[in-house]
């Protein structure tokens, strides 16, 4: 079974430019999450489906970033414009009905 | 507000040997879950070990094991048998159920050096 699929896997833009990452959860997941990690940090949730509805977007700077997850199936995640404060790692996870969180490998950002 | 914290930003082990990573949390729930997730270099993280809260009893996973204080709100982990294959950043989560998904709060890691 393929597992959570992000891309791209690196990302080097300068300040101001737009980014979009993507990611394919593991079929049949109902619940995709949106996760930032700087550097020496854990994961910080950003937003979270169930299906198509974002259900938890309160952590996600809503002046720059935008998520969709349309169908319920993949989802893009967008920043427009970048920052410099947004180099992190962007993280995809999955689950099925709220069970254990299956991660992808992330999209490294670097903002110049 | 949940929050988790990871007191040892490093730790090392002799491969074979024993070592305990710390966790404490702080909650007002009292169900709730916790997790120890394993994010080897440059790779994914994975899910080591879970424990709900409901359970009296710690959870093991082969050479992984909790121990659990629900009442201290403590949550550690002991790797036996330490690998070299064990070296990885390791992330304590605490995790809550919210309209029929899960949300996790994570710490800010303990990188684990195995030494040959």
């Known amino acids: 079974e393929a597992g959570v699929v992000q891309s791209p896997r690196y990302k080097i833009i300068e300040k101001k430019q737009p980014v979009a990452f993507w990611c394919n959860p593991i079929s049949g997941h109902n619940t995709l999450y949106w996760y930032r990690q700087n550097l020496g940090q854990g994961p910080e949730l950003l937003i979270r489906?169930?299906?198509?509805?974002?259900?938890?977007d309160s952590q996600l700077p809503k002046d720059r970033f935008s998520a969709e997850r349309l169908k319920g199936v993949d989802s893009t995640l967008k920043i427009q414009p970048a920052e410099l404060g947004d180099s992190a790692v962007y993280l995809c996870a999955s689950s099925l009905e709220g069970l254990e969180q299956f991660f992808g490998p992330g999209t490294r950002l670097t903002v110049l | 507000a949940q929050t988790v914290t990871q007191s040892q930003p490093e730790m090392s082990v002799q491969e074979a040997e024993t070592v305990t990573l710390s966790c404490t949390y702080d909650?007002?729930?009292?169900?709730?879950?916790l997790f120890w997730y394993k994010q080897p270099p440059s790779r994914q993280m994975i899910l080591v070990i879970r424990q709900e809260a409901y359970k009296q009893q710690n959870a093991t996973e082969n050479r992984f094991s909790v121990n659990f204080q629900k009442a201290a709100k403590s949550f550690s982990l002991k790797i036996s048998d330490s690998q070299l294959g064990d070296a990885a950043m390791y992330f304590c989560?605490?995790?809550?159920?919210?309209?029929?998904?899960?949300?996790?709060?994570f710490g800010k890691g303990t990188k684990l050096t195995v030494n040959p």
């Open positions: 909650t007002s729930e009292s169900d709730y879950y």
């Open positions: 489906y169930e299906n198509e509805e974002a259900v938890d």
């Open positions: 989560a605490y995790g809550l159920y919210q309209g029929g998904s899960e949300k996790l709060v």
